[in-house]
Nanobody, 122 residues
Framework: QLQASGGGLVQPGGSLRLSCTTP????????IGWLRQAPGKERERISC????????IYSDSIRGRFTVSRGNTKKMVYLQMNNLNPEDTAVYYC?????????????????WGPGTQVTVSS
């Protein structure tokens, strides 16, 4: 299971950094994706980073504001979120799957956790 953390309440224009850990299992050889789901909306893929951290993907909705990265040991994945706006309010998840060995994929994710709530409001 993957565990996302670091969410919270932030004012518009503020920043948060989310973390993704994989307690009990090593996903160092797998790409990790970030998704989010706002109330009443479908789950949205927003970013992905390859296992070596060299290749990243961003959705149009967050490109230029969010940055995905991996820690030095590749066990941690981060999502730095800047210039947040109320439309970014959602539960954020990190995920991976069978088709994500080494590289990102358009295939469905197989593993994720409970997510972390991000609320952007004044």
């Amino acid at each position: 299971q993957l565990q996302a953390s670091g969410g919270g309440l932030v004012q518009p224009g503020g920043s948060l950094r989310l973390s993704c850990t994989t307690p009990g299992f090593s996903f160092v050889d797998y790409a990790i994706g970030w998704l989010r789901q706002a109330p009443g909306k479908e789950r949205e893929r927003i970013s992905c980073i390859s296992s070596d951290g060299k290749n990243t993907i961003y959705s149009d909705s967050i490109r230029g504001r969010f940055t995905v990265s991996r820690g030095n040991t590749k066990k941690m994945v981060y999502l730095q979120m800047n210039n947040l706006n109320p439309e970014d309010t959602a539960v954020y998840y990190c995920a991976t799957g069978f088709h994500y060995h080494l590289a990102c994929s358009s295939r469905e994710y197989d593993y994720w956790g409970p997510g972390t709530q991000v609320t952007v409001s004044s």
